[in-house]
């Protein structure tokens, strides 16, 4: 299974936290880049945070500082810590992987930010 699988999407209220996981099967998990991005309705698809095998990190401007992308290469799984979540960051969040010019996307997880 070359997709990405996400879970751990859900309601919250605003302030508070989530952390999304994103399952790659295969091996050498180690080498991909793996990445976070959000699409909210009516808007354009968006980076949201990645990290490429060396562990270098990039976050997109919105979320630096509140979120936290981390990876597990023995477990294939690569986690985004969400805090202090507000309502603009209720979206579908995706999963992302490359290598080269293979590319993958996941399904998607729902996040919704409301009181």
């Known amino acids: 299974q070359v997709q990405p699988v996400e879970s751990g999407g859900g309601l919250v209220q605003p302030g508070g936290s989530l952390r999304l996981s994103c399952l790659a099967s295969g091996s050498i998990f180690s080498r991909w880049e793996m990445g976070w991005y959000r699409q909210a309705a009516g808007k354009q698809r968006e980076l949201v945070a990645s990290?490429?095998?060396?562990?270098?990190?990039n976050y997109g401007d919105s979320v630096n500082g509140r979120f936290h992308i981390s990876r597990d290469n023995d477990k294939n799984i690569v986690y985004l810590e969400m805090n202090n979540l507000k309502p603009e960051d209720t979206a579908t969040y995706y999963c992302?992987?490359?290598?080269?010019?293979?590319?993958?996307w996941g399904q998607g997880t729902q996040v919704t930010v409301s009181s």
């Open positions: 990290i490429v095998s060396n562990g270098e990190i």
């Open positions: 992302n992987r490359r290598i080269g010019s293979r590319e993958y």
